[in-house]
Nanobody, 125 residues
Framework: QVQLVESGGGLVQAGGSLRLSCAAS????????MAWFRQAPGKEREFVAAIRWNGGTTHYADSVKGRFTISRDNAKNTVFLQMNSLKPEDTAVYYC??????????????????WGQGTQVTVSS
């Protein structure tokens, strides 16, 4: 079983930046494709970004492309989401997710095997 713990959320003004981190337990982190999803109140959980297990491929939702960057440090079992030029519509709970077995990136919620508890990001106008 893998445990994922997000951190780095908070309140920021529009145009500001935040960096989210997700620390994973266990020894198989380097075999997991990792992703970030988010869920705003009253809305479905939506894909934000993903990074392949070897860091060689990244994938972004159109709404964050050019503003957000996903990266990983396999030596520290951690994945990051750098969020710049934040907008009020980025306000949501952000979740980290892991997909096992050296898989490709995916934007589908159902293809991920492990989830963190989420961290709140609030962007004020």
């Amino acid at each position: 079983q893998v445990q994922l713990v997000e951190s780095g959320g908070g309140l920021v003004q529009a145009g500001g930046s935040l960096r989210l981190s997700c620390a994973a337990s266990g020894r198989s982190f380097s075999s997991y494709t990792m992703a970030w999803f988010r869920q705003a109140p009253g809305k479905e959980r939506e894909f934000v970004a993903a990074i392949r297990w070897n860091g060689g491929t990244t994938h972004y939702a159109d709404s964050v492309k050019g503003r957000f960057t996903i990266s990983r440090d396999n030596a520290k079992n951690t994945v990051f989401l750098q969020m710049n030029s934040l907008k009020p519509e980025d306000t949501a709970v952000y979740y980290c997710a892991a997909r096992r077995y050296y898989s490709d990136t995916s934007s589908s919620y159902s293809t991920y095997d492990y989830w963190g508890q989420g961290t709140q990001v609030t962007v004020s106008s």
